[in-house]
């Protein structure tokens, strides 16, 4: 029977082509005035049939040949003819190899969906001919995939806007699944150049390589490589989709009436880009119905449970996690970076970085890296997803180098969480390869090296170390605490006091033994033992972003604040609130602290580095007249211990009392505000110690490294199909883009180099060399008054006459030094140090021209920082309550009109000035963020 009212097929094409243009689903229909849903139908059926034909009501093509021709099998084609299936269509086995490390615990299922059938209609799919209408011959050559239950499967149908450079992706995992002759399984081979030159000539200059001599006009000084590479970053950092990106290329092609050719007019650059760094990107399948993992290829059944299988199903259903294997990120980053391998800021005698750590020093192997991973998944705003990343940094670099070099390894998208056999499978697997064999690459001086790999340190919050290691939900996985059960509220709570007899900590070799018998909270073999050199009790450390800064000062600021407690002695009234809210907003904190304070009635949005600048920066001195004198004692045992073990350099002795303050801090807490308040953060901070001398200071394993890989990873996700391979596309693509940022620009315009900082949020600070200076601004020019002069003749040996450069800023060993003037603007004070000589606020910073023996004296750049500063003394008489507990960290000073001249290399330390009650304390900086 004839359809009423049927698309023509002009129309139709038409619909596929604006689709592969760019255009949305709602912009084809409003362009072309045809229902969003018919437009979405057409769409649908071309990606699953390739072909925009009239379909029969089945939705399956029309074959012109109702019986086709048995399909013949040469020998050399890698496919074997299984027997056919109980509908006669016959199955293709393909040869594959995989790489499964064997289950050790029974898989858990992921929804109660997959138990209810042993056939779930999305599992399985039912290989059938594809006929394209114009070409009837090659009914038989393609097989797509139609699902034997449900038609309308396919998550494109929805209203969600698709991401170009994800859909492709995720498309070409499709094509390599239907074709059965592709060169590399499991891996994504983007778009070639010759594409490029069919849809969009114009595109052609515009390569992934970023063309550093092609002019985009002739007379102009704009590369077309540095066009290219604002342009691309602009649309990842925004996070465009589709259409918003076609509809930018469409305003900014208005320059072609002016100066034609400049730009790009399709999407088809974005596809050439990423090709050369998603092209080793690995997808790996897991079985829908027990999780068990499959690898790259699947085969007809799941090994485990049975369950049939097809690769274009699996992907289709997001049954699939992405993987960037180590080996080739490793090759890249050594490549870079191989000239600051090893060059840590140590002090003999002290603890400071992770390479200083006990464990660390006792498995050290020549020739070969360490890596620290954090596995931890973190939900998207307004979703019921999550993402699951598993990220890794090279111990063996400096610290501000570990932040800015985070490998990505495993991402996992979906609901929940994913089974923890499965995920970990392919990190075991190519660590194993890596311990073995290891990788060879090329230095920057041409010399080829031979590298070993392994994972030494693992960072979760308590949750996912319960899931990594596979324990009980409650017990300590360090030691054998097994905590117990008291009445809260309504219900129950589980406590860590300390016990009397102090608890045994926990072995490897034991908790291997557990593994079997399932005893002292172990539920069954973890995922981690099977990884090379790796402790899974020592090498899984407590992070103090998640046990302190989230967990045990929130807990006891609710405590403080809490209504119901309003009997306490402890309780702080809404007057109290009110005036730290205001001492809050009138504070202006170093650049070195992150985001500046907020209200603390507004705690509930506050960041974990909101809640350490509030903890070991603001508490100590805004609650010395809030909280009785007792508990301000208490409370400064826990931040005189934090200061220790985040501050630079540490010796045994601060380490051991800063073991017994947090000892003595969790055994009061019964008596100060309750056995029930004593929860598993505050046990946890007894072994932050323990962990600092095997492993280096709190700061150098830290899951504050990885938040700004974490939240690039939040930042690159748009609501679309296919989210992890969009996610791991636009990631690397904009890494790509940021490394090459430099050198793409480096004959580029000041005002191109600034967009670009600004877009990609590179900040100077980060860029200044440890052993030199950098300022900020070109500086003015002016003479020196005669205190300045007397001040640097103690300083300075000879007369300086003549005038000389101030700056407001001043960058040195990666610390941000300004003056008063510059912190009232932006609204932080980055003015306060720590000398050889005590602590003083600079007032000025000028430029010294050196004596040299440089040939062209007009062009030489020898000069010489000098700081004009006011000295702080320390007051001699400290408050009965502070001379108790009071550490080094915090001085009371008063301030002077002493000026004194500083020249950088006596510069200390940044530090911390807070006034309360015209009193002014100084705080000396703990190790925050990645300097």
Not at 452 to 458: E, I, L, M, R
Request: hydrophobic fraction near 35%.
């Amino acid at each position: 029977m004839p359809r009423r009212n049927e698309i023509p097929v002009g129309i139709r094409l038409r619909i596929v082509e604006m689709h592969q243009a760019g255009k949305g689903y709602k912009s084809i229909s409003k362009s072309l005035d045809i229902h969003l849903s018919t437009v979405r139908q057409i769409i649908h059926k071309w990606k699953r049939f390739k072909t925009v034909a009239t379909l029969p009501r089945s939705g399956r093509p029309v074959k012109n040949n109702p019986i086709p021709a048995p399909r013949k099998l040469s020998k050399d084609n890698d496919e074997q003819a299984g027997p056919a299936d109980d509908n006669g269509v016959q199955n293709i086995k393909k040869k594959i190899k995989s790489r499964i490390i064997p289950d050790v615990v029974k898989p858990e299922s992921f929804s109660s969906d997959a138990e209810s059938s042993n056939k779930d209609p999305s599992v399985y799919c039912r290989p059938v001919p594809t006929v394209q209408a114009e070409d009837p011959d090659n009914e038989m050559d393609d097989y797509n995939i139609v699902y034997e239950v449900g038609e309308e499967a396919d998550s494109s149908s929805t209203d969600v806007e698709e991401d170009f450079m994800a859909n492709h992706f995720f498309q070409e995992q499709i094509d390599d699944a239907e074709d059965p002759g592709h060169e590399r399984l499991g891996r994504c081979a983007l778009s070639s150049d010759d594409e490029a030159s069919e849809e969009d000539p114009m595109a052609q200059p515009f390569d992934p390589d970023f063309n550093q001599e092609k002019k985009i006009y002739s007379g102009s000084t704009v590369t077309a490589g540095a066009l290219l590479l604002l342009l691309l970053t602009f649309i990842l950092k925004h996070k465009l989709s589709n259409a918003a990106a076609k509809d930018l290329l469409d305003l900014l092609d208005l320059l072609n009436l002016v100066v034609p050719g400049c730009l790009p007019k399709s999407l088809q650059f974005l596809k050439n880009h990423p090709s050369q760094h998603c092209a080793e990107a690995e997808t790996h399948l897991y079985c829908p119905k027990c999780a068990s993992y499959i690898g790259v290829e699947p085969g007809n059944r799941c090994e485990v449970c049975q369950q049939r299988l097809s690769k274009r199903c699996l992907l289709e259903k997001a049954h699939y996690f992405m993987v960037m294997p180590l080996e080739i990120q490793l090759r890249n980053i050594l490549t870079r970076v191989h000239s600051k391998l090893g060059k840590h800021f140590v002090r003999d005698g002290c603890l400071s970085d992770v390479v200083t750590g006990k464990e660390y020093k006792g498995d050290r192997q020549a020739g070969s890296i360490t890596l620290t991973f954090k596995c931890d998944g973190f939900p998207l705003l307004d979703s019921k997803f999550s993402i699951w990343p598993i990220l890794c940094t090279i111990n063996e670099l400096p610290y501000a180098e570990r932040g800015r070099n985070v490998l990505l390894h495993t991402l996992w998208f979906g609901r929940g969480r994913p089974h923890v056999q499965s995920f970990f499978t392919p990190f075991v697997y190519e660590l194993h390869k890596l311990s073995s064999e290891g990788f060879r690459w090329t230095d920057g001086t041409g010399s080829e090296r031979r590298t070993t790999v392994a994972a030494k340190v693992c960072l979760c919050d308590p949750a996912s170390r319960s899931l990594v290691q596979n324990l009980q939900s409650f017990g300590c996985s360090f030691c054998y605490h097994k905590g117990e059960l008291v009445p809260k509220g309504q219900g129950f709570t589980r406590v860590y006091p300390v016990p009397t007899d102090r608890c045994d900590l926990r072995h490897v070799a034991e908790t291997a033994k557990s593994f079997q018998h399932r005893q002292t909270g172990v539920k069954g073999p973890s995922p981690l033992v099977l990884l090379p050199s790796f402790d899974i009790v020592k090498g899984s450390v407590p992070d103090y972003m998640h046990c302190f800064c989230l967990g045990v000062v929130p807990d006891f600021v609710d405590l403080w604040f809490d209504s119901d407690l309003a009997h306490k002695p402890f309780h702080l009234t809404p007057q109290h609130l009110t005036d730290l809210d205001k001492a809050l907003c009138a504070i202006q904190p170093p650049s070195e602290v992150g985001p500046g304070p907020r209200r603390v009635s507004d705690r509930k949005l506050w960041t974990a580095s909101e809640w350490r600048a509030f903890a070991l920066l603001y508490s100590p001195v805004l609650l010395e007249d809030a909280l009785p004198i007792l508990y301000h004692i208490h409370w400064m045992l826990l931040v005189s211990a934090l200061h220790i073990l985040l501050s630079p350099f540490a010796t045994q002795e601060q380490l051991s009392y800063a073991e017994s303050s947090l000892l003595q801090f969790v055994a009061q807490v019964p008596s100060l505000y309750g056995l029930e308040n004593c929860s598993f953060n505050c046990h946890l901070l007894t072994h932050l110690a323990e962990s600092a001398r095997d492993w280096g200071l709190l700061w150098a394993n830290s899951a504050f490294a990885f938040e700004g890989a974490s939240s690039r990873l939040l930042q690159m996700y748009s609501a679309s199909k296919s989210a992890s391979s969009q996610i791991f596309s636009r990631v690397f693509s904009y890494e790509d883009a940021l490394r090459r940022g430099s050198l793409v620009l480096q004959g580029a315009s000041a005002e191109m180099k600034d967009l670009f900082r600004s877009m990609t949020s590179c900040d100077v600070v980060m860029r200044s060399s440890v052993d030199s200076e950098q300022t900020l601004g070109s500086g003015s020019q002016r003479f020196l008054t005669a205190a300045e002069v007397a001040a640097l003749q103690k300083v300075h040996r000879g007369q300086h006459q003549g005038s000389v450069t101030q700056h407001k800023c001043l960058v040195h060993n990666n610390m941000l030094i300004s003056t008063p003037g510059h912190s009232a603007t932006t609204k932080r004070n980055d003015s306060v140090i720590e000398t050889s000589s005590g602590f003083a606020v600079v007032q000025s910073i000028v430029a010294l021209k050196d004596v040299c023996s440089c040939e062209e004296k007009l062009g030489c750049s020898c000069k010489t920082f000098v700081l004009f500063c006011k000295k702080l003394f320390p007051w001699r008489s400290h408050g009965a309550q502070l001379d108790a507990n009071i550490a080094e960290f915090l001085v009371r000073v008063r301030r002077s009109d002493e000026l004194c001249a500083v020249t950088c290399g006596d510069v200390v330390a940044k530090c911390f000035a807070i006034e309360r009650e015209r009193r002014v304390y100084v705080v000396k900086m703990p190790v925050f963020e990645m300097h």
